[in-house]
């Protein structure tokens, strides 16, 4: 078995090829639906009890009392102090980096008046409270942290509540130092469903929230489908994808470790190359074969790049950004001479790399714009994480007399050929005047 | 049985007294559930076939070939053509006044550079093709249309696919007018979780969206989440909610009949209205028992009244506000001298209503903003239709040579922290400028 699928646009199969290789089995295990249905149905019905009871049960912590399960400011404080300084300058940087960015997504409220000094407008608030789940063990990652607290604090959000699990009490200090920095403002050690259930509907010691946001495992996202209605959520991630449009002029070496920067996430990332340069398409699995077995991911990297991965020859650049727009890759990189001049050309993609020197991975942790994307083609209808996830909207509508009569006329044609006598009657009492000196 | 509840903020039974008010069975039906999944597997398997097979089921259509299905626009311009004169202009002013309110609401995609001349930003493109339900039959809305339409041309989508049962070939020509004056692309006469179906998995006949937006029943709403993911969906409403606050100076027959504007949606529809004046409150509920006999929609007003309404009295006008931003009412007037003083101490509603003027029943047809608004306490986190709705955003990455470097130090720190040593090593390959001359 090759350790990378190749493929041509030029073959006849060349489309089904490729969406047998874009489709992956998303997990629909019935027995985690119950699982999470039953902790979920618990959680609401016995709050803390049953959030102690799972706690003990999934995570082994020998609690008792349920203030027990929240990490006080100054543990986090604490780490922040003692992880390495260069560790410690890198988040800050990473920080102030991303604080840049989403402060420029920062819209206001705002209105108009029209002819009949009628005032119309929209007014942006805050989301009151919001989850941010972060997955303990060994998927822990302070970026991710980052890249949820940073927008919900910028976007006002009064309360932040971060929830983690802490498997045998171990806590990742890294993680703790990004929640410092991030300016969470309480910090929980649950996990799983029973986390966000704790989220959704309240307990007696940890908030009910409005929205919840943060990756997390398969039960992590079944809860997440199940409370969502009830609480706001962010996405439901799929596994993570790269897509890199090269001229072949890119050393192959950096192409290559791109492609692997994704594949390292889990078995079931994708990174898929196209190129309309067949020799560097051979360079670049010369290249794959040589690095890979020195990459301390090995196992993870070789069954999802001979799974899921792919190296496409295409007839040329234009093709290329075609092939994009289909797949609607979560990362793009466009590694060419001239990467801007392809840009207009994409239509669907989280996140666009553009020239030779942007890689994947310094958008995941200090670019600026957020890591948070859209996966499984949702790039077609949907966008990265940013400050509108954590506000929303209100209309404003401000009718004066003069506008009361005159848009009563229409609204109460209108609702008269709708059958809908009450909102007729509704706008015609003010054009009436009925009673309306009565102060 | 009173035709409306009365309560009192002063009880001490009043908050679990409210709840009961404001909660409801949302009908979580395992048939209906079970007839969606497999309409929806029909339409996936067997495209025209299944769907030409429901419609002639459900609608009672005699069509034999798919093409049947559509409806050519000829036919659109001919109903607009037909209507009569005064409705025709009240949809236009409706038309021009909806386009003016949500130009507003137009964004642009925006860069910046940074010291190291790297350039960061947010691209924003249309979704390519969006779908657009509309409800036949009795529920037949020509606003709803223009009130989806507008702000998904006005964001840029190429392709607006509508589609409308069209039980025993029954047509509303006010929602034809309203396709029309909308500039819907094409309109299919089919319905229920098979147009659902139709739009996401696409058929023949009908295309594949990548959106779908636009109210129904109750299998259209479980069909629509089912295939979220697929395609995306805009939200799923549940019953229409208005909240008065009133001063008690106010006619009272104005207040009477704006609760009834919601009251006759249906019978699971909530008016609410809170006041600290009792005098006042026994004046609105004299006026509901007087005015309601002569309503058309007498039923369902009774019903929804009697099970969902209220009239409260509150200590004062401030307690108003906070009992509607626990409430985060889908449609709040505020009906009050110096209404825009409490506007600020609102943060939870689809839409405000501000001033003694403004009706709700102006925002439904052509005060400018949108009519479908979050439900069900979701205004708590999500926001009224509009552009941004039929738009995503990629955010921009461009790199500089040395931007690589200082951020690839920081990236790399980060990433072996992480354990990711792909993404360390992807970041590094820039910093080392490895074979980077290769051109």
Chains 1, 2 share one sequence.
């Not at 618990?42 to 706690?55: E, M």
Request: glycine share 6%; with cysteine.
């Amino acid at each position: 078995m090759n350790t990378i699928k190749r493929l041509d646009s030029l073959d006849k199969n060349f489309s089904s090829s490729l969406s047998s290789i874009l489709e992956f089995e998303s997990s629909e295990d019935e027995s985690i639906e119950k699982t999470v249905h039953s902790i979920l149905k618990d959680i609401k019905n016995d709050g803390d009890k049953a959030l102690l009871n799972y706690t003990r049960k999934f995570d082994r912590l020998e609690v008792i009392y349920p203030d027990e399960l929240e990490i006080p400011k100054e543990k986090w404080i604490k780490a922040l102090n003692n992880i390495p300084k260069e560790q410690r300058k890198a988040l800050e940087i990473s920080v102030s980096r991303i604080k840049e960015y989403h402060e420029k997504q920062i819209v206001s409220t705002w209105s108009y008046k029209d002819s009949d000094n009628n005032i119309l407008g929209q007014k942006i608030t805050p989301i009151d409270k919001v989850g941010l789940y972060v997955p303990g063990g060994k998927a822990s990652y302070p970026s991710s942290v980052l890249m949820n607290a940073i927008p919900a604090k910028i976007a006002g959000v009064p309360e932040l509540i971060m929830v983690s699990p802490t498997p045998d009490g171990h806590i990742n200090n890294m993680v703790l130092a990004a929640a410092s920095l991030g300016s969470v403002d309480r910090l929980f050690a649950i996990g799983g469903a029973q986390a966000i259930g704790a989220l959704a509907y309240g307990t007696e010691t940890v908030p009910r929230v409005d929205k919840i946001v943060g990756p997390g495992n398969s039960y992590v996202a079944y809860a997440k489908r199940k409370v969502f209605g009830t609480v706001g959520i962010d996405m439901i991630a799929g596994p993570s994808e790269i897509l890199i449009i090269c001229d072949g002029k890119t050393p192959a070496e950096w192409i290559a470790m791109d492609l692997f920067s994704q594949a390292e996430h889990d078995e079931l990332a994708q990174s898929i190359m196209l190129c309309p340069d067949l020799d560097f398409i051979d360079e670049v699995e010369n290249q794959i074969n040589k690095l890979l077995p020195k990459m301390p991911r090995f196992d993870i990297l070789k069954k999802s790049l001979s799974n899921r991965g792919a190296l496409i020859k295409v007839k040329d650049l234009s093709e290329a950004c075609d092939i994009a727009n289909m797949i609607a890759p979560e990362h793009l990189e466009i590694s060419t001479e001239n990467a801007n001049e392809l840009v207009p050309l994409i239509r669907h993609a989280g996140a666009i790399f553009i020239g030779r020197f942007s890689s994947e991975s310094l958008g995941d942790y200090c670019a600026g714009p957020n890591h948070v994307l859209p996966t499984s083609r949702t790039a077609r209808f949907s966008s990265p994480l940013g400050l509108y996830d954590f506000q929303k909207r209100s209309s404003l509508i401000n009718i004066s007399e003069k506008g009361s009569i005159n848009l009563g006329k229409t609204a109460s044609i209108l609702a008269n050929s709708e059958g809908l006598q009450a909102h007729a009657a509704s706008a015609q009492y003010r054009i009436d005047g009925k009673n309306h000196d009565r102060r």
